[in-house]
């Protein structure tokens, strides 16, 4: 991949990462640590020159806007598969300590692939939003393409309102690009497929905002509109789909190291309201028995507490994974068996273990376990991410 210049800073700024492929020290306790070395990463290919749009200064050819370490991920996923285009990456950053985290090791990956990164201090403390777009704005009217990890942030549609790019790349950050893709495809408007209810005073305040923003975000006359993405999704008319393999990952990491036991892959279920807390936590101890599973390899989104529950009432190994779950199985060691509730990972990690003897397996989710806040599209949403998972990699579907 091309790049140049590195504009990371920030007062929480993380010790430089080691060399991709040997992966950062794993967290305090966790299990997570460096598998056998990765396999050299693939010469960098010259990318399509694209000449600047006339009356617009030169610069990045394609700008990424990325909001988590998946994202970020994904877009080294997409400059691979593009050929390694000219590319700036611009993180703009959580608040979280779990996501920085993460994203901080992410974007030094990006650095080692010669992707030209810029850290910006997008959210918390008063000016930040306006200082961001001030910023921002002039790499991004620059830009021939825009790369977006997340078509439904607040922060990305506003981004899209000042400026609607010739081409936009959608790429992954999690299930949601179902939900985007069937919501362009039928006119509607973006609305996450977990929440529920009537838009409050601030949705409304925002609908213009998001009016146009969807139209920036569809086809047009005047705009390509690409979705790459590793989930089955139909193509909206006028955009076309690219299916993301994880060659990246597979070329840079592992092949991994397979424990003898299962790991069970957390999620950010119940904190989005989605799933009660406790029939969670006694589903996934149901999981654990059944399966043998010894590691719990946690969502970053993942309170303390809930965890800590966790350990205690099931005695399995809590590890909070310091890289995107795709890299930390890639790298292992990893379980012969990977249990998974519906989530992108279903989709996902049958990519990027392909080959490695490693065994997934969905566990659906009963309708009993949803709160009464949870949307009515809940259930349905993702019964239809396990079926899918089945139906397309082949994998086998348990219960609690």
């Known amino acids: 991949m091309t790049g140049g210049h590195d504009t990371t800073a920030g007062p929480d700024h993380a010790a430089p990462a080691p060399a991709p492929g040997t992966g950062p020290a794993p967290a305090a306790g966790s299990a997570s640590g460096p598998g056998p070395a990765p396999t050299p990463a693939p010469a960098s290919r010259p990318g399509p020159a694209l000449a600047p749009p006339a009356g617009r200064r030169a610069g990045p050819a394609n700008l990424a806007f990325v909001e988590s370490p998946v994202q970020l991920l994904n877009v080294l996923e997409w400059a691979d598969h593009a050929g390694r285009p000219d590319l700036l990456l611009v993180v703009l950053s959580p608040t979280d300590p779990m996501s920085r985290g993460q994203l901080r090791r992410m974007a030094q990956l990006a650095r080692d692939e010669g992707v030209a990164v810029r850290w910006q201090e997008a959210r918390g403390g008063r000016g930040a939003l306006p200082r961001a777009l001030r910023d921002l704005v002039p790499v991004l009217v620059r830009a021939e393409r825009v790369i977006v990890g997340d078509p439904f942030s607040r922060y990305v549609q506003l981004l899209l309102t000042l400026f ?237």
Not at 191 to 199: D, I, K, M, S
Not at 210 to 225: C, F, I, K, M, N
Not at 337 to 344: I, M
């Open 164 to 400: 609607g790019p010739r081409a936009l790349t959608v790429v992954d950050d999690g299930t949601a690009t179902m939900e985007f893709a069937a919501q362009l495809a039928r006119g509607e408007r973006l609305v996450r497929w977990h929440r529920r209810g009537a838009r409050g005073v601030r949705e409304l305040a925002l609908a213009p905002v998001t009016a146009l923003a969807r139209r920036r975000l569809a086809p047009g006359r005047d705009r390509a509109v690409e979705i790459f993405t590793a989930l089955p999704v139909e193509a909206p008319d006028g955009a076309t789909v690219t299916a993301n393999r994880f060659a990246w990952t597979r070329a840079r990491f592992g092949p991994p190291r397979l424990t003898r036991g299962a790991d069970l892959v957390g999620t950010s279920l119940a904190e989005t309201g989605v799933v009660d807390p406790d029939r969670y936590a006694g589903a996934v101890a149901a999981l654990a028995g059944a399966h043998g599973a010894t590691r719990y390899l946690a969502h970053r989104r993942e309170g303390v507490a809930k965890l800590h529950r966790i350990a205690v009432e099931t005695g399995l190994e809590i590890v909070r994974p310091d890289l995107p779950l795709e890299l930390i199985a890639r790298r292992g060691p990893i379980g012969r068996t990977v249990l998974s509730f519906p989530s992108t990972v279903v989709h996902t990690l049958p990519a990027a273990l392909a080959g490695s003897g490693v065994t997934i397996t969905v566990c659906g989710i009963a309708p009993e376990w949803l709160r009464e806040t949870a949307s009515p599209r809940a259930q349905g949403f993702l019964a239809g991410v396990a079926e899918s998972a089945r139906s397309v990699h082949g994998l086998s579907l348990t219960g609690a």
